[in-house]
């Protein structure tokens, strides 16, 4: 190529060996988009979803992206990912074909769909690396604008590495806090309220985030006069500018086209951010998206033959081209052999990428159509199944792996040790295919919550009862002291100590820093928290009231409930999320939606704890482990009277241990949380009818009574009732399912299983509203009756 003469402005300088450089890979991704539309179209992968038209606005972004900086970003990040070193064109292949092998797949291990980029921050024994050396990716998710609350979160990190004293030995997270978290956003998901939501959080907290928004003029088919008022995100934010007297944003536009200036737009914004620790937003302007929104249709539908003209003659790599035949950095020779070399270097990755993929595949399936002849004179069928899959184009895993079971089905009768030799092949192969595509839930690391040893917590009757809330403040001062990692935040939490008075005096004890007041805005002390668990802090994230929890369940569950299966244990954000819930009145501050967290938030613990003592207890199990979880304590149970453990700081609950309060032989009452107390006070009454229940609280539902105790109580007492506050066919069918189907506990049953839950409506308000709203003495005591009744009628006539 030669020399060339190099580019200098005011605060950028470029030699032109890494202009051309930079040209050479823009080239290279737009040719990996345009082939990975084809390898859809060919049927070889299911969805595609590219980056093509962003190239050179992130190939900028890149050259502001520093060791120790974080990414939290969207699905058309792929030039950024390689700009940074953080993904090779084969990676980004392997990744369309789904190839479930975390080498070839590093951020997902085909577990997501192309576009969803991820650093591994632990290693394969779940331990955090030295992330301030490393250029990181937050695990990306689909949902539009969902990576904005986890964004909050890694800049408010570096505010507390550079501000409390405390955290900075910590220098495998931080240096000084020095570290900028860059997010990227598509123009039309600013229009969801996690983007309002995290901007009004980052201004207030003023913290290192650079947000990039890449604005092609559309949402799909939308063009942004209906999405954004104005037309502009930016002049939208304008109110957000900050002044000389006044804290907010600096704000940038930037056309997508314009080399130089996007380079010198994402120095200057990372320069405040990190040195100044001020929010920045770039407004990336006039970028196209050449191929369309995705794989599933064509843009030529909506967009008028002006607009798609206009993307033509403003294509970034179009207008970079131009710009260096003007500037003379390379002649037209040169750059045509550069575009021929990134059509021939992406062409060769993808090869690879496709070969590496099938390999594997390719072998199972010469494996089981060895043994598959050896078993077709057996069965005519069989033939036929051999030969339909010698004849699938591009087979999978699954093609393979329902020949060799309907194979077997017409075995059935057949006890060869040829068919034997099928069935151990089918199970070696179903077991690499659990750990392929179904590990990872949970923590599999050596500090796995359910590796955490129980410890019996020291109670001396001999001290003072105290409200259930000093147990809880005791505990959590105990947290704070000996951890320097350990924070919490949420409305209210900070100056008086949260609502319920848990944390009081803990702040003026502890700081600002380490016990926040937070806004009322749920999804981001979420994301604030997931934040600051990915850069290897502690954080309790309170929600205020269970109720409240719907403002961030999206996040709880497709971030960070997902997050350690999403990168097949690549990353982990051990947040505590605490709130209270259950027993009150009214529509809004009683909740007890316990079915819809159990089935949105599998990948993080639910705990419900029946009072202070247990919950401290979770707490200090949490503490010691490496996973997320959900801790509900009790509404009414802050004021009832409980003792401080003398080893408050020691003692731990162990998960999925659910706990006996009373020994019986008639029937098996499974309940949890604040429904003990209603439990026990029915099972006082039923004695007097001569029923004797054993009382069990399962303490934990997800785990849920690992060592199958509540299975020991039903062979002992032969009925059981599962009762809480939840609506029908909620938590209580929950419970009845893990017990009689996962744990057999039908064979026991002599009578019909029961549950008891709330009302299908929400808890009316008042006394009144409560006692014919949700269970109650007088209705579990006549549940119980009745199923009695019903076994011995005339032991137990009807009541009435």
């Not at 409390?164 to 000084?176: A, V």
């Not at 796995?448 to 410890?455: D, P």
Request: a negative charge.
């Amino acid at each position: 190529m030669g020399t060339y003469t190099a580019l200098e402005t005011e605060t950028i300088s470029l030699t032109a060996e890494e202009v051309i450089s930079d040209y050479r890979l823009a080239q290279a991704s737009r040719q990996a988009s345009l082939m990975g539309r084809k390898e859809v179209f060919m049927g070889k992968a299911k969805f595609g979803i590219f980056g093509d038209g962003k190239e050179i606005a992130q190939i900028a972004m890149a050259k502001a992206f520093q060791p120790g900086d974080f990414r939290s970003g969207y699905y058309r990040d792929q030039t950024f990912m390689f700009a940074i070193g953080e993904l090779t064109i084969q990676q980004y292949f392997a990744q369309l074909y789904a190839h479930p092998d975390e080498e070839a797949d590093p951020a997902t291990a085909g577990r997501l769909m192309n576009g969803h980029f991820a650093t591994r921050l632990i290693n394969e024994k779940g331990e955090w690396k030295e992330l301030s050396k490393l250029k990181n990716s937050s695990a990306d998710i689909s949902p539009t604008a969902a990576q904005m609350p986890r964004l909050l979160g890694l800049a408010y990190a570096s505010k507390l590495y550079r501000q409390n004293p405390d955290l900075h030995e910590f220098e495998q997270f931080s240096i000084n806090g020095s570290e900028v978290a860059f997010g990227t956003i598509g123009d039309a998901s600013t229009s969801e309220g996690l983007f309002w939501e995290t901007i009004n959080a980052g201004g207030v907290l003023q913290v290192p985030m650079l947000i990039g928004v890449w604005d092609d003029g559309y949402g799909i088919s939308v063009p942004k006069e209906y999405h954004t008022t104005k037309g502009s995100i930016s002049e939208v934010l304008s109110g957000f500018q900050r002044t000389a007297d006044q804290p907010g944003y600096e704000i940038f536009r930037v056309k997508g086209w314009d080399y130089i200036g996007l380079i010198d737009a994402f120095q200057k914004a990372a320069r405040i951010c990190r040195e100044e620790h001020v929010p920045v937003l770039v407004h990336v302007t006039e970028l196209t998206q050449p191929q369309g929104h995705s794989t599933s249709g064509s843009h030529e539908r909506y967009k008028p033959k002006e607009r798609l003209q206009w993307e033509a003659e403003h294509d970034c790599l179009s207008k970079m081209r131009q710009w260096i035949l003007e500037n003379e950095l390379a002649t037209e020779e040169e750059l045509n052999t550069i575009e021929q070399e990134a059509v021939a270097l992406a062409k060769s990755e993808k090869t690879k990428a496709w070969q590496a993929f099938q390999a594997p595949i390719a072998q199972d399936q010469q494996e089981a159509e060895a043994l598959l002849e050896q078993l077709a004179s057996m069965h005519p069928a069989i033939s036929q199944l051999l030969e339909d899959l010698r004849k699938v184009l591009n087979p999978v895993r699954f093609d393979t792996v329902r020949a060799v079971k309907r194979a077997l089905w017409h075995l059935r009768d057949n006890n060869s040790s040829e068919k034997q030799q099928l069935q151990e092949w089918l199970v070696k192969i179903m077991q690499q295919n659990k750990e392929r595509f179904n590990s990872h839930l949970y923590s599999e690391s050596s500090e796995s919550a359910l590796l955490v040893k129980g410890v019996e917590a020291e109670i001396n009757e001999e001290d003072p009862q105290v409200d259930g809330r000093e147990v809880l403040r005791a505990c959590f001062d105990a947290m704070l002291e000996r951890d320097p990692r350990v924070l919490a935040f949420g409305e209210d939490v900070g100056f008086i100590g949260d609502v319920n008075q848990t944390f009081a005096g803990l702040q003026a004890k502890y700081g600002e820093l380490r016990i926040t007041d937070t806004g009322i805005r749920e999804a981001t002390i979420i994301g604030q928290g997931i934040g600051l668990a990915l850069r290897g802090l502690r954080p309790i994230a309170e929600i205020q009231y269970l109720d409240y929890i719907l403002y961030a369940l999206q996040t709880l569950s497709d971030d960070l409930a997902s997050l350690h299966y999403r990168t097949k244990g690549g990353q982990k954000a051990p947040v505590i999320v605490r709130t209270r819930g259950h027993r009150l009145e009214g529509v809004w501050h009683s909740g007890s939606p316990i079915g819809m967290l159990l089935h949105s938030l599998r990948g993080m613990h639910v705990l419900v704890p029946r009072d202070m003592t247990q919950a401290a207890g979770f707490y200090n199990t949490l503490l010691e482990a490496d996973e997320p979880a959900l801790v509900i304590e009790c509404l009414n149970g802050y004021r009832l009277k409980e003792r401080v453990p003398r080893n408050i700081a020691e003692f731990k609950v162990p998960l999925g241990v659910p706990e006996v309060l009373r020994e019986g032989s008639d029937v098996t009452v499974v309940t949890y949380g604040s429904m003990c107390r209603v439990v026990m006070d029915a099972a006082d009454l039923l004695q007097e009818f001569g029923i004797s229940c054993e009382v069990i609280d399962v303490q934990s539902l997800l785990p849920f009574d690992v060592h199958h105790r509540i299975l020991e109580s039903l062979k002992k007492t032969n009925r059981i009732v599962f009762t809480d506050e939840d609506v029908p066919g909620g938590a209580t069918a929950y419970m009845m399912q893990e017990v009689l189907e996962k744990q057999g506990g039908y064979f026991y049953l002599d009578s019909q299983p029961l549950t008891l839950s709330a009302k299908a409506h929400r808890p009316a308000y008042s006394t009144d509203g409560d006692y014919f709203s949700k269970p109650n003495i007088e209705s579990v005591v006549e549940a119980v009756y009745k199923l009695m009744s019903e076994a011995d009628p005339a032991n137990y006539p009807k009541l009435y």
